[in-house]
């Protein structure tokens, strides 16, 4: 399973950053495993931001929730990543990961290579 982040590397404040992951080797409709976001900002911790599973069935992050949205695209096996209302807090290293089950705690099996997005005038 390969993933791949894009979208634009630089954001300006107040704006909505928009990523997408691009999935190849295995099918987000499974239902079995979660489809990931995360992030991390210079010199921080990961942070998760959300995840979805096969039946469509979305959770976020609560200190994110008010900001987020995740959807995809099963035709082109992509989702996608918005976020709203930008400051430059929000600059951070974004990941696109899949869990190795329906349960996050069990971890991350796959990950994308990570894309820097930064928030700027």
């Known amino acids: 399973v390969q993933l791949q982040e894009s979208g634009p590397g630089l954001v300006k404040p107040s704006q909505t950053l928009s990523l997408t992951c691009t999935v190849s080797?295995?099918?987000?409709?499974?239902?079995?495993?979660?489809w990931n976001w995360i992030r991390q900002p210079p010199e921080k911790e990961m942070e998760w931001i959300g995840h979805?599973?096969?039946?469509?069935?979305?959770f976020y992050s609560p200190a994110l929730k008010s900001r987020t949205s995740i959807s995809r695209d099963t035709s082109k096996n992509q989702f996608n990543l918005q976020l709203a209302s930008v400051t430059p807090e929000d600059t951070a290293v974004y990941y696109c990961?899949?869990?190795?089950?329906?349960?996050?705690?069990?971890?991350?099996?796959?990950w994308g290579l990570g894309t820097l997005v930064t928030v700027s005038s």
């Open positions: 990961a899949r869990s190795r089950s329906a349960n996050r705690a069990d971890g991350m099996d796959y």
């Open positions: 979805f599973f096969g039946s469509g069935v979305t």
């Open positions: 080797g295995g099918s987000i409709s499974t239902d079995y495993y979660g």
